[in-house]
């Protein structure tokens, strides 16, 4: 039997841990290639192939594509794939905060009938919130806390003094709409929970910088008519990437496992 065909958009620290893992484990699966702009370096392993083009991924007719690159991806690659008849998992998921993004990848999936699958990434109880949406939600809050070095590179250098910060700082409150648009590379663990509740403006976000953290914090709690729930992971970092948690990578390898089962549960 021929092993299904694997590809992933992008091969940064997410694409290479999933990689990694799948070779590792007993399902024989694997990532088989990647799709990356022209101008960038080839250093993937020996036997991954590469494509530089959406064009001659598709005429690739790959069974899967993991997108693992940016926003940018979904918006303008992922509709592409969709409508030739693509699954693909989507791993950017801070991308859906934009309502246009969302019909575009819906009207592309219906087209070419095909799945668009978003990962849960670093928090858990999505389906539970998914479940207590059905009843109503009356609130729903995500907390995120991780070291001030997770936060370089984002809108919370301008806003702390990362290096030498002394004791947890809350730098943003607000929505998850800004959170997911200010801070791309580490909340899009707030997108899931906005997705599987109440939305992108109505799911509130406060986001901090401890340095007596150790590893990433994620916390989710909601109230409705099902009652309440509060959830607090503590999650390390992926040790290619501190930005992302290593949970968030399993996330994306069992969104794979589970494509590829017979019975999901």
């Not at 791309?184 to 799911?203: E, I, Q, Y």
């Not at 959830?231 to 968030?248: D, G, M, Q």
Request: with cysteine; glycine share 10%; charged share 20%.
């Amino acid at each position: 039997m021929t092993s299904p065909l694997i590809v992933s958009i992008g091969f940064g620290a997410m694409a290479r841990s999933l990689a990694a893992s799948l070779e590792k484990g007993d399902s024989g699966l694997h990532l088989g290639g990647f799709l990356v702009p022209e101008h960038l370096p080839n250093d993937a392993p020996a036997g991954m192939q590469r494509w530089n083009s959406v064009d001659e991924l598709i005429a690739a007719k790959p069974d899967l594509v993991i997108e693992c690159a940016t926003h940018e991806a979904v918006r303008e690659t992922v509709p592409q794939l969709l409508e030739a008849g693509i699954d693909v998992v989507i791993v950017s998921i801070g991308a859906l905060g934009d309502a246009g993004t969302v019909a575009r990848i819906e009207a592309a999936a219906k087209t070419g009938r095909a799945r668009a699958i978003a990962v849960s990434g670093a928090i858990g109880g999505l389906d539970v919130l998914r479940s207590a949406k059905l009843a109503g939600l009356d609130s729903v809050a995500y907390i995120g806390r991780k070291p001030p070095t997770a936060w370089k590179g984002t809108p919370a250098e301008q806003l702390l003094d990362l290096p030498n910060l002394k004791e947890a700082t809350v730098f943003y409150e607000g929505d998850a709409v800004e959170a997911a648009r200010d801070y791309p590379k580490n909340t899009n663990v707030t997108a899931a929970v906005a997705l599987a509740g109440l939305g992108f403006k109505d799911t509130r976000v406060r986001l901090i910088a401890d340095p007596a953290a150790s590893g990433n914090t994620h916390e989710l709690e909601a109230k409705g008519a099902f009652g309440s729930f509060h959830i607090l992971l503590n999650n390390k970092p992926l040790p290619e990437n501190p930005k992302t948690s290593w949970l968030a990578a399993l996330s994306v390898e069992q969104a794979v496992l589970r494509h590829f089962s017979s019975l999901e549960v």
